[in-house]
């Protein structure tokens, strides 16, 4: 029976109808042979409402039923995050990159709370693993530099922003973030050359 709600809450889901869609996790999870699946999908679809606490107890609920899941370990710390948890949503990044030391993503989420937390070096640490396992993830790029900049790492961090305009040659936040390279380096022509062609893109 919680498969077929399963089923009716992805296809609510894909339709961004997130109240009939919780609707029909309620009915999954009801089930006593509910698994770490359909906690997941609970959880995944009140994060969508603005509901972190209750995304969180299903997040719990999933790595309580399947711990060795990074899935659900990346949840709990994307509901920690929207609760401004910050260190806890880095204990569950930390826990998804262990179980899934190639999943990029992860490493990123990591390295952006680490980055929150003013851990510039355990994030620049984390975003070099997010471009390792995968090298065109440009924000993860973009962010490195910016670790390296704030680090006074200027050489790293202008090689890691070159990389991500390699790769998104209209990231206007890559360009900035290279202005403030250069005029780190004393290069204030350089630098208002990058702002001024950061201020003619989108910063989406």
């Given at each position: 029976m919680s498969s077929y709600f399963i089923e009716q809450a992805q296809r609510a889901l894909a339709q961004r109808?997130?109240?009939?869609?919780?609707?029909?996790?309620?009915?999954?999870?009801?089930?006593?042979?509910?698994?770490?699946?359909?906690?997941?999908?609970?959880?995944?679809?009140?994060?969508g409402l603005g509901r972190p606490a209750d995304a969180a107890a299903s997040a719990a609920?999933?790595?309580?039923?399947?711990?060795?899941?990074?899935?659900?370990?990346?949840?709990?710390?994307?509901?920690?995050?929207?609760?401004?948890?910050a260190k806890v949503a880095a204990a569950a990044y930390?826990?998804?990159?262990?179980?899934?030391?190639?999943?990029?993503?992860?490493?990123h989420r990591l390295g952006t709370v680490r980055y929150g937390?003013?851990?510039t070096e355990?994030?620049?640490h984390a975003f070099e693993r997010a471009?390792?396992?995968?090298s065109a993830y440009v924000r993860s790029w973009n962010n490195l530099g910016l670790a390296r900049l704030e680090a006074g790492h200027l050489d790293a961090a202008e090689v890691a922003l070159r990389r991500a305009l390699d790769l998104q040659p209209?990231?206007?936040?890559?360009?900035r973030n290279l202005a403030r390279v250069l005029a780190a380096r004393g290069d204030a022509a350089g630098a208002e050359r990058l702002n001024v062609i950061a201020s003619r893109l989108p910063t989406s």
């Open positions: 109808d997130l109240a009939s869609a919780l609707a029909a996790c309620l009915k999954a999870v009801a089930d006593p042979a509910a698994g770490a699946p359909a906690w997941f999908l609970k959880g995944t679809v009140e994060l609920r999933a790595i309580a039923l399947s711990p060795a899941d990074a899935r659900f370990h990346v949840l709990a710390g994307n509901a920690a995050e929207d609760a401004g948890q930390e826990e998804a990159t262990r179980l899934a030391p190639e999943w990029a993503m992860a490493w937390l003013r851990e355990p994030a620049a471009v390792a396992c995968d209209d990231h206007a936040h890559a360009f």
